[in-house]
């Protein structure tokens, strides 16, 4: 079982959570022209790394807020938790 350390409700069972995503992938600017090619890779190409990776959580049997976690793809070892606001270098 893995346990998650939500930024604003401390630890609890990542059966409360959802997965979001890469943290990292940039939205295009707004109001800007943006190619097909630049708005098909935002919507659906992901990386799928392996190691230390930043990712988007939400916890949705708790506060139901967004945050991001700093995770080893590889062995699920989470390094920290950040509200979504905030960076994780
Ligand atoms: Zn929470």
Redesign the pocket.
């Known amino acids: 079982m893995l346990y998650i350390k939500?930024?604003?409700?401390g630890m609890?069972s990542q059966n409360e959570f959802a997965y979001g995503g890469d943290a990292n992938v940039k939205r295009p600017e707004l109001n800007e022209e943006v190619s097909d090619k630049i708005w098909d890779e935002f919507v659906y190409l992901r990386k799928s790394p392996r190691g230390k990776h930043i990712e988007l959580w939400h916890?949705i049997s708790?506060?139901?807020?967004w945050f991001k976690v700093q995770r080893d793809t590889t062995t699920h070892e989470i390094f920290r938790t950040a509200a979504i606001n905030e960076d994780i270098k």
């Open positions: 939500c930024p604003y409700c609890r916890h708790g506060c139901r807020q």
